[in-house]
């Protein structure tokens, strides 16, 4: 049977004049009604909302925790099994001879910053601590709490969330993306990838639907990562001295929200008008720099020793056991209280919560690696897209979160960082260690931290608005007009503000469990989809049939 050459053209209709032109209207229009209903919603009524959602957070997570478990599973064997493949892992993200745009400083820099970087700030303290007081093994008796045996299994789960799985979902959705974008000359949107299942049908209405799924996805997970931000953000202004804007456990304020994402998307942004290549390069190449610092005063003045085995034992750990955390699912036996109603009630909270949150993430990050990865091979991308990223959150982990530990191990801590919030755990760490030499230098230290945070934000907040356009502009990745730069600006702000309103960081992780699910459908397409096109194109090339579009038709991306 002969091949015939790869569907190198999918139409998107979009306006030619107006406040749209450039953009298609059914999906901006569609995405904005949808995001600005939940706006509404949760900030007129807060209450029923928060109660609302809650339910569906609740029938999503015991209905599909095993499908949130599994899928991700299947992306991680998918992103290994293409870089193995010789056809798939030779094949480049765009043409023949192409170069990479970004050195790989700065791909690696804007992959962290965009991807996860702020959540390093939040969750490498925080989350070895809290596995440290209880995880499954805790739960069965087989580790006690907050005691030395707890420690290799504290880092186990760390390790898991995120580690491989975190980032093969970055990568499935990016690899998809770029392939058919840099390839086939396709739209540089979420329905392109799906083209090997659905052909030129995506042009019209089943393809509005999944680019909008995209759109309302990308926002809540930005959204779900700027919450936790804007708490964290709050508690390190109070640390260096900007009182009322935390309440006393150390919540923010309603004042400390409106003053955070005041702060925080009005500099996103601003970055955002100057697109990828200036103010979101800049910023990813600024918090890098102040993580490496950051991270390096963790290494050598915490606990550099307990760090180093924590690093290399805990991954070792985390690869024995990961074949059979890929797989098991916790089931409640309805007895609340009981063994089992606790194993999987704990599950909900963390695994399932962080597959949701990757899944929502994906379109976000995976438009945006794609964007920076262009001229890359496959087996490049994956290695560099999920292998290194991961070990760079284990580098976190181990050092800063180990610090935590091992201060509260020997008594040194007192509980000091076990009772702080979760987001000001790393401030009274640092102070508890600096302030005994000289407070200047634990504000000092604090105040680094309030930069780094806030750097690690705007790049998040600002790549998500390029990146919402972008699809919204039917995967034209040029300068997008300002208002609607500045509406999805405000609209983001609007999401975490009103969510936050209504039912805190909780209400946020409900609204983004609940839109990764049928984002999580796309996503295993796209690894279907993304196959076939492998495995076809290999057939094109035996046969000697182009598989990539020519030189002359290459569009090489806008600044």
Not at 377 to 399: D, K, N, Q, S, Y
Not at 519 to 545: H, P, Q, T, Y
Request: aromatic share 12%; net charge neutral; proline share 4%.
């Amino acid at each position: 049977m002969s091949m015939k050459p790869p569907l190198s053209e999918l139409p998107i209709k979009t306006a030619d004049n107006g406040f749209y032109r450039g953009f298609s209207v059914n999906v901006t229009v569609i995405s904005k009604i949808v995001i600005s209903l939940l706006v509404v919603w949760c900030i007129v009524w807060p209450t029923q909302a928060g109660r609302i959602l809650g339910d569906w957070n609740a029938a999503i997570l015991s209905q599909f925790a095993a499908w949130y478990i599994w899928v991700v599973t299947g992306f991680v064997i998918v992103c290994i099994g293409l870089a193995l493949w010789p056809t798939a892992g030779r094949m480049k993200l765009g043409i023949e001879g192409e170069k990479p745009e970004f050195s790989n400083f700065s791909w690696f820099s804007m992959m962290f910053g965009a991807g996860i970087g702020v959540g390093m700030l939040t969750w490498a303290v925080a989350e070895p601590v809290a596995h440290f007081k209880n995880n499954p093994s805790v739960i069965q008796g087989v580790t006690t709490a907050l005691d030395v045996d707890n420690v290799r299994t504290a880092y186990v789960w760390s390790y898991l969330h995120w580690g491989f799985g975190a980032w093969a979902c970055y990568a499935i959705a990016g690899l998809a993306l770029a392939f058919f974008s840099y390839r086939r000359g396709l739209p540089l949107t979420i329905r392109s990838s799906l083209t090997p299942l659905f052909g030129k049908s995506l042009s019209g209405n089943l393809g509005h639907l999944i680019d909008i799924v995209a759109v309302v996805a990308t926002i809540l997970g930005v959204a779900q990562t700027l919450g936790f931000g804007v708490e964290q953000f709050v508690a390190g202004l109070t640390r260096i001295g900007i009182g009322g804007l935390a309440q006393p456990d150390g919540s923010a304020t309603n004042l400390g929200i409106v003053v955070a994402l005041l702060v925080i998307m009005g500099a996103s942004t601003l970055s955002a008008l100057s697109g990828v290549g200036k103010g979101i390069k800049w910023l990813s190449n600024i918090n890098m720099g102040l993580s490496i610092f950051l991270l390096g005063f963790f290494i050598l003045f915490g606990a550099t020793f307990f760090g180093a085995k924590a690093f290399f034992v805990g991954i070792w750990d985390y690869v024995v056991a990961l074949p059979w955390l890929s797989f098991n699912v916790y089931t409640s036996d309805g007895v609340e209280g009981s063994e089992a109603f606790l194993l999987a009630q704990w599950q909900g909270w963390w695994p399932v919560f962080y597959w949701a949150w990757w899944i929502a993430f994906a379109p976000f990050v995976g438009l945006f690696l794609a964007r920076i990865s262009r001229g890359r091979t496959i087996r490049e991308f994956v290695l560099g897209a999920m292998i290194v990223p991961a070990l760079m959150c284990f580098v976190w982990f181990a050092w800063a979160g180990g610090t935590a530990i091992d201060l509260e191990l020997n008594g040194d801590a007192n509980g000091v960082i076990l009772d702080a919030a979760n987001g000001d755990k790393i401030f009274a760490m640092t102070e508890h260690m600096l302030a005994p030499i000289a407070e200047a230098l634990a504000w000092a230290m604090a105040a680094v931290i309030v930069v780094l945070l806030m750097t690690f934000l705007v790049t998040s907040a600002d790549s998500a608005v390029l990146i919402v356009n972008t699809i919204n502009a039917a995967g034209d990745e040029g300068p997008k007009a300002r208002p609607h730069i500045m509406f999805w600006g405000a609209a983001l702000a609007l999401v975490v503000g009103g969510l936050l309103v209504s039912g805190g960081t909780g209400a946020i992780q409900t609204a983004m469990v609940i839109g990764a699910l049928p984002f999580s459908i796309v996503m295993s397409l796209m690894c279907i989809a993304l196959i076939k096109a492998i495995w076809n194109d290999g057939r094109r090339e035996a046969a000697g049939i182009a598989t990539t579009i020519s030189p002359e038709a290459k569009t090489m991306p806008a600044e």
